[in-house]
């Protein structure tokens, strides 16, 4: 069973920094796109960045230049640099991944979540 686990949220003073990892596990033959979401209490869950599988990123205006996302093939995982942190960037942050399977199919696959809390 292919899943997908994040780690490295926390709580952290405005204007800090904190990296986020998504790791892939199980029977993966291929990755497609990956991404990283976020939902704050009351609003809907948005696209923050994503890789898709020729290298390509996108970002959200809202962190372009603050939140740059990378991903290391050899360990299936995506991180996601998170600097300048600003308190309206406190949400609960999902990996989502489109994945290739040993089940030979795609499957939409979304972490269990992690909470980041900016404040002072």
């Known amino acids: 069973q292919v899943q997908l686990v994040e780690s490295g949220g926390g709580w952290v003073q405005p204007g800090g920094s904190l990296r986020l990892s998504c790791a892939a596990s199980?029977?993966?033959?291929?990755?497609?796109?990956m991404g990283w979401y976020r939902q704050a209490p009351g609003k809907q869950r948005e696209l923050v960045a994503s890789?898709?599988?020729?290298?390509?990123?996108s970002y959200a205006d809202f962190v372009k230049g603050r939140f740059p996302i990378s991903r290391d093939r050899a360990k299936n995982t995506v991180y996601l640099q998170m600097n300048s942190l600003k308190p309206e960037d406190t949400a609960v942050y999902y990996c989502?991944?489109?994945?290739?399977?040993?089940?030979?199919?795609?499957?939409?696959?979304w972490g269990q979540g992690t909470q980041v809390t900016v404040s002072s």
């Open positions: 199980g029977s993966i033959f291929s990755f497609g796109a």
């Open positions: 989502n991944g489109k994945i290739y399977s040993s089940a030979n199919t795609w499957s939409d696959l």
């Open positions: 890789i898709d599988s020729g290298g390509h990123l």
